[in-house]
């Protein structure tokens, strides 16, 4: 005779996945992490020579104690200093005093005149987080437009739908050059 | 002539709970599979500031967390309100952290080890003079990899 299996009540079944339910729900979080990715230079003990940079190929950015922006000197606001960054790495005129341009071959495009600017992004130790992130922002910005204007150039796609070579490539020609300088008080 | 008819007096049938398990089940896997295990109670409160061109961390089991903000309220009578760094689950000083850099290296793969980035999460209302202290103990830890957190602003900053 066969055996008959007893039915297992399955009514606490809902129970039980309300409580896991519940536990995961407590125990984990959701949110992404996001940021702004950046790459700090190493560290050296001994106070070194500032890097040989031409005079051209340097965009000094300053923010002081009381969040104001200065380039080059010359007092901004944050929404004039994406403009001001993006023309100047771009040097569209070819003008002596703007970041000198190297032309490399690079796959995919081909020859294209490499900017060799550099900005140095200097801060006090006062300045605001908020505003030291809303320039660094700004300045990534200048640079994801430049890559924005040539991808479309070259693939005719935005930056952001093109495949990872076509990525390299681009950011090969456009390389982002954000340095981080020495920390120093500036008035 | 018009009918009145009695209203009749309907039965409403037990709801049949038996795919309740299911559907709890489906909810449950969702959170399972879109979520991630809480690490550490914050013990510092912070608000991210907001930027426009954040990018994804790339991969989370190499990211190492730095918080940096005022003490949440229950622990302002004893610490103070000014901002203070928290690695793992407490306060820390400056000089801590490449100590906790070590210790979080050693527990990444040997391949990894020079992927892995710090995240910053940091108090909008910060002064950058603790961050910058940060990024100099970060430099001499040899941890260069850095992301600032920054959640998404709607629009253009002003």
Not at chain 2, 24 to 42: P, Q, W
């Amino acid at each position: 005779m066969a055996k008959k299996t007893p039915e297992i009540n399955a009514s606490s079944m809902a129970d039980v996945a309300f409580l896991l339910l519940i536990f995961f729900l407590v125990a984990t979080t959701m949110d992404i992490d996001s940021g702004l990715n950046r790459v700090l230079p190493p560290w050296s003990e001994k106070q070194t020579e500032a890097p040989d940079i031409k005079e051209r190929n340097l965009l000094l950015v300053h923010v002081n104690k009381y969040d104001q922006i200065a380039v080059q000197g010359e007092m901004l606001t944050i929404g004039q200093l994406k403009d001001r960054a993006k023309e100047w790495v771009l040097n569209t005129s070819d003008d002596p005093n703007l970041p000198e341009k190297k032309t490399e071959k690079i796959d995919l495009i081909g020859e294209y005149p490499v900017s060799q600017g550099v900005i140095s992004l200097q801060n006090d130790r006062g300045t605001s987080y908020e505003m030291y992130i809303k320039v660094q922002n700004e300045l990534t910005r200048a640079f994801n437009e430049i890559r924005d204007e040539l991808s479309r150039a070259n693939f005719g796609r935005p930056f952001a739908d093109l495949d990872k070579v076509q990525q390299d490539a681009i950011a090969d020609a456009v390389p982002m050059k954000i340095s981080e300088a020495e920390p120093q008080n500036i008035k | 002539m018009p009918v009145i008819r009695k209203k009749e007096k309907k039965e409403i049938g037990q709801i049949s709970t038996s795919s309740l398990p299911d559907i709890v089940f489906m909810i449950l896997f969702f959170f399972m599979v879109s979520t991630s295990m809480k690490e550490t109670e914050l013990v510092v409160k912070f608000k991210a500031p907001q930027a426009t061109e954040i990018q994804k961390l790339e991969n989370k089991a190499l990211a190492s967390y730095i918080y940096v903000g005022p003490p949440v309220e229950s622990l302002q009578a004893k610490f103070g309100s000014a901002p203070q760094i928290q690695l793992n689950n407490s306060f820390s000083s400056p000089q801590e952290i490449g100590r906790f850099i070590a210790s979080e290296r050693d527990l990444l793969n040997e391949a990894d080890r020079n992927k892995m980035t710090v995240c910053l999460k940091a108090d909008k209302d910060t002064r950058m003079g603790i961050i910058t202290d940060i990024k100099q103990e970060l430099r001499k830890a040899e941890a260069y990899k850095i992301s600032y957190a920054a959640s998404k602003a709607a629009g253009n900053l002003k």
